[in-house]
């Protein structure tokens, strides 16, 4: 993501001072966001019955990738909006995490996905403050 | 969206009675996606400089998009997450129109994205008054 | 769809005499895009091992979607461009409609969807033409 | 994006040996699908006419973004939909590349996007040989 710091570091009219954890809110959503892509197509060739594991983790990277998406548009801000994005991303981290979690021991890609998932919710909680400064 | 309706109706295990409701939300927010996906297009061919009106066009784009494919789901819902994406399209929506309508009487693209944001933010407050019952 | 033909209508600068055609190929693909993702969804929900079928779904759901918000950005095409994705399109639908074709006799939702996919991959056919003309 | 060469590494049935190149490609197309994003915003704020610059943009993001998704579940690959939505990919990004490369030199984010674009092209065209072979 070297470029994408550069592209953040030479937008002519960023509509914060909060570009270092935007640029770690993407960074850390857009792998989010495919780490959860990945978990559910791992799921989809476990012998067990991961539906539930699978619908979460789709939830997730729909989410990650919309913040992603909206953080890398550094030119605008409507922070109300994108306060609620994070609430929503937080949240929907948080429970592919835990169901993650839950098959961390059996399956090595649910407990990478879980930590990638821990990390997202962290950099959207640190994104959340930057915005209230 | 006659077949969207089918699916719904021969899904074999939604996750909630919430299905006509969630339906009209698909439908309003796939509409709105694309609306203000056009919208955003046609203020890049005004003469006038349009580009806060583009981002937020943008901005509800992408959260209409994710909400009308979380809806689309209706094996699983969770409530938590669904409910906060649906705040922060609701938001979204109404930042949207709000500026939409400001250049509503020149421009009728404006005028129709502004009706089309309107319609998708009620779609959703209907969706959250579903999750509660 | 209404409000998406009005905002074709009022286009300021639409790049081709398409817009019809380029209409109708949104509203089978975006129709298309959430049908297959209703139809992954369900496919969890089924006893059986569905996981070929979920993966044809996502990948015809996602390039659905993009030809969707590409054909609903109409001041501009990159002809070259276009021609290729709908290309994809093509195939993604026919090999998802084929898969879907297999379990139409016991699954409604499969039926329903191998129709849509049949139906996109006409509608995009048809944009193809258009191109060329 | 190493928790995502992880999970590729850890998927329990991977559909063939590209591994690294579907991961250099996820890597490179997910990279550029973000800096077209931050592009489009950044060429909204200059003074001069950039909407086809933004046009590009926001076609190459697309695409890359559904090349990136695509390449994230390498459980399943219908070749010939991958193949085809490379080639779509292909020509975004080098349609982009050489409209950001007009604005290069007064435009340092136009520079970095048209490099990231002609990294992408490379990419898919590498994973285009991983399939053959």
Redo the contacts between chains.
């Keep these: 993501?070297d470029?994408?710091k550069?592209?953040?570091d030479?937008?002519?009219?960023p509509a914060s001072g909060a570009g270092d954890t935007a640029l770690a809110g993407?960074t850390a959503a857009?792998?989010c966001s495919?780490?959860c892509?990945?978990?559910?197509?791992?799921c989809?060739?476990?012998g067990a019955d991961m539906?539930?594991c699978?619908?979460?983790n789709?939830?997730c990277?729909?989410?990650c990738?919309?913040v992603?998406?909206?953080l890398?548009?550094?030119?605008?801000q409507?922070r109300?909006?994108l306060d609620?994005?994070l609430?929503?991303c937080i949240?929907?981290c948080r429970?592919c995490a835990e169901e993650c979690e839950r098959h961390a021991e059996s399956m090595?890609?649910c407990r990478?996905?879980a930590?990638?998932c821990r990390r997202c919710a962290e950099a959207c909680e640190e994104m959340e403050g930057a915005l209230v400064a």
């Design positions: 993501m470029r994408l550069k592209m953040f030479t937008h002519p009219a993407v857009v792998e495919l780490v892509t990945t978990c559910a197509d791992a989809l060739s476990e539906a539930e699978v619908r979460l789709l939830d990277a729909e989410i990738g919309a992603a998406r909206m890398a548009r550094p030119g605008h409507d109300e909006t609620r994005l609430a929503a949240r929907a429970a090595e890609h990478i996905c930590e990638s």
